[in-house]
């Protein structure tokens, strides 16, 4: 199920021959956005006592600016990772493609897969998304999805352990 737009070529970050990158859930952007507000929230109200203390109204003033400019990049910066994410199942590995400032392309073969599992926090649940990480023997080859749909990332956990186990009964 696509989503959204594909990313722009890339020469290695273009999609597979033959197929196209599954985008995850736009919901993912606000979970990133909500995440980052409640995040500033007490770091503002905090910073803004703290420069109180020493700077008056003004201190404040600057440092409630500071804050949420940097909400507003934050928002930025989670609009463009959702539109870098993206994953792709071929015959013999999954592909997943990430990154904002440093794109990154996992490879994972099925037969390579140790563990698949499917984890989603509180506000994760509300919003009715999770993230599916798959685990390898090497820690760098490790790779997760955020975002998916609940529904759609059990389906590709289901998908991802029966590949996974049929490629390990052939070794």
Known sequence: MSYGPAAPPGGAFDP??????????????????????LTALPVALIGAWWVHQG????????????VAVSCAMAWIVAELAYRSLGYA????DLLVT????????????????QLVDVTAGLLER?????????????AATDARIPGLPA????????????KGEARSMGL
């Open 98 to 113: 990430s990154g904002v400032f440093v794109r990154r392309l996992v490879v994972v073969p099925y037969g390579r897969m």
């Open 151 to 162: 529904a759609e990332a059990a389906q590709l956990r289901d998908r991802l352990a029966q």
């Open 55 to 66: 700077g008056g109204a003004l201190g404040v003033v600057l440092w409630l600016a500071l």
């Open 89 to 92: 199942e071929r015959a013999e």
């Open 126 to 138: 509300w919003m009715g998304i999770a993230t599916v990480r798959l685990h390898t023997a090497a």
């Open 16 to 37: 597979p021959a033959g197929g196209d990158w599954h985008r995850v859930s736009p919901r993912l952007r606000w979970h990133r956005r909500i995440t980052a507000v």
